[in-house]
């Protein structure tokens, strides 16, 4: 398995696809939004994603499901905060979901190890050159805008070339900041701008994301286009809670795939896919 560089030794000695469990710290996130909102919630959530196998917790206090609009950096400092400090504490790896530089900051500063950003650096004109001032790894997700109006941006001429080629604009743009491009994980972002077909054209595909040569993740767990999917009859989603399965069916095919990291809800069941993909390989 190749790490991106700056993991603690921990994670960056995994022979496998790593687990990052989610952790939304949220009143509103679409898929657990308001379960883990309260600070001692969130932590026990967080200590449970643990035990069941998570590599990395994934803390965010701000959602980015559909619609969903900015909430100001104190509200986000104060949702994750707390919760970060404890984890760490518990010496668990943690990751930080921001869009913003100056809660990265203070969550790197305070012992999380890595940053995600579904905006890929694109929200905060802050975000690069604080990267550069820091040696974890980065999450850059395919991104096309904020979450309120994404919906309207998912037209693609041909989603994976476009995606590709929208994600290789983000790496130049890290380089020239002064980003080292060893540390960067990739994500295309499934949902974010994209319908269910553009997401499943991107899984089909994923060789071509891979061949832009970092390690990639993939959050699939729970997202709309698996409700959409399993529908039933009438051609009512199939409710978050019922999507479990097919969510660790694609960490299956993620890991067997090659896939660096997969972004989940419940971890055991992910776990235990990318054990099975490592055995089914072989050692990576
Ligand atoms: N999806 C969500 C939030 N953060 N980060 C990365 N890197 N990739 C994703 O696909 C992603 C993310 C939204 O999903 P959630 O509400 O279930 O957390």
């Known amino acids: 398995m190749r790490h991106p560089a700056g993991l603690p030794r921990e994670i960056s000695s995994l022979d496998r696809t790593v687990v990052m469990g989610i952790l939304n710290v949220t009143p509103d996130s679409f898929s657990d939004g308001g379960r883990w909102h309260d600070a001692s919630d969130a932590i026990k959530r967080g200590r449970l994603l643990r035990e069941a196998g998570a590599d990395i917790v994934d803390v965010g206090g701000e ?12 509200e986000e400092l104060a949702r994750v905060l707390p919760v970060v400090d404890a984890l760490v504490a518990d010496a668990i790896p943690v990751s930080i979901d921001t869009m913003r530089a100056s809660v990265a900051a203070e969550c790197v500063s305070r012992g999380a190890c890595v940053v995600n950003d579904v905006s ?28 309120a109006v994404m919906q309207s941006l998912a037209t693609y001429d041909d989603v994976v070339s476009d995606v590709c080629r929208e994600i ?15 540390r960067v994980v990739i994500d295309p972002g499934l949902g974010f701008a994209k319908n269910a077909e553009h997401n499943w054209a991107i899984l089909r ?17 729970r997202k709309r286009f698996l409700g959409e999917l399993l529908a039933d009859a009438d051609g009512q989603l199939r409710p978050l809670e019922g999507r479990e399965a097919a969510g660790d069916a694609i960490t299956a095919l ?28 072989g050692p990576a």
């Open 205 to 221: 595909d994923l060789e071509a994301l891979m061949s832009l040569g970092h390690p990639l993740l993939l959050g699939a767990s």
């Open 168 to 182: 290789g604009a983000r790496l130049v743009a890290l380089e020239a900041a002064g980003v080292s491009l060893d």
């Open 120 to 147: 890929g650096g694109q929200a905060d004109p802050d975000m690069l050159p604080f990267l550069a001032t820091v040696s974890a790894p980065f999450i850059a997700m395919h991104w096309r805008g904020p979450s």
């Open 254 to 281: 993620a890991a067997a795939a090659g896939v660096w990291g997969v972004r989940v809800h419940e971890v055991a069941a992910s776990h235990d896919a990318v054990m099975v993909a490592r055995a089914w390989r």
């Open 63 to 74: 959602s980015t499901r559909p619609g969903a609009d900015r909430i100001p950096e104190q």
